[in-house]
């Protein structure tokens, strides 16, 4: 397998590995930069826990279920995030990546890195891994997810009023996803 899985201008797309332990440990286990994904279970409280967290992220790309890769400056190789997408469906007509999630370490944010990667990330889903849709989520509140959202081509498609528990109370969620043909369309 391959290291790098694609390239942006200042982005390397990744595999995990091992040596990544530290930051990641450092940007998961970071509640309040990582606080829309406590109720996923990708955060982490411990070192062991990142270690078994990374563990299954390096294991997760040899299933075939889906992708995660480590987002790294192209300068240095330093992990700043990570971006991924689960396999939802296999459909005659290809696949459909339900949902695709990713985090940023705060000191990132605000530089347009996120923007970047999601759509490096949407080409290798439409153009190289035969996906036909991808979909993705977030709280109401998240408002930069939703720009990030936006600034990529992904267009709202549910409302949903207090979807999930999160922070003490029912919350609202909000669903988005792109089609192929709308890609390539903006391309």
Known sequence: MSKIAFESD????????ESDIAE?????????NMYYFIPFGITTDSLEESRESLKHAIEYNATGEGHRFCITLKQNDKMIGGIGYHIADQTPVGKIADPMG???????????????????????????????????????????TQN???????????DKLQAMWHGGKMRDRLEYAINRNEF???L
């Open 10 to 17: 200042r982005l390397i797309m990744r595999y995990y590995e």
């Open 24 to 32: 990641y440990h450092r940007i998961l286990s970071d509640k309040e």
């Open 102 to 144: 990713w985090f940023l370490a705060p000191e990132c944010q605000n530089m347009g890195y996120m923007t970047e990667a999601v759509k490096k990330k949407l080409e290798c889903a439409f153009l190289h891994d035969n996906c036909i849709r991808v979909v993705t989520a977030c709280f109401k509140d998240n408002i930069a």
């Open 148 to 158: 990030v959202m936006a600034k990529t081509g992904f267009r709202k498609e549910a």
């Open 184 to 186: 390539i369309h903006d």
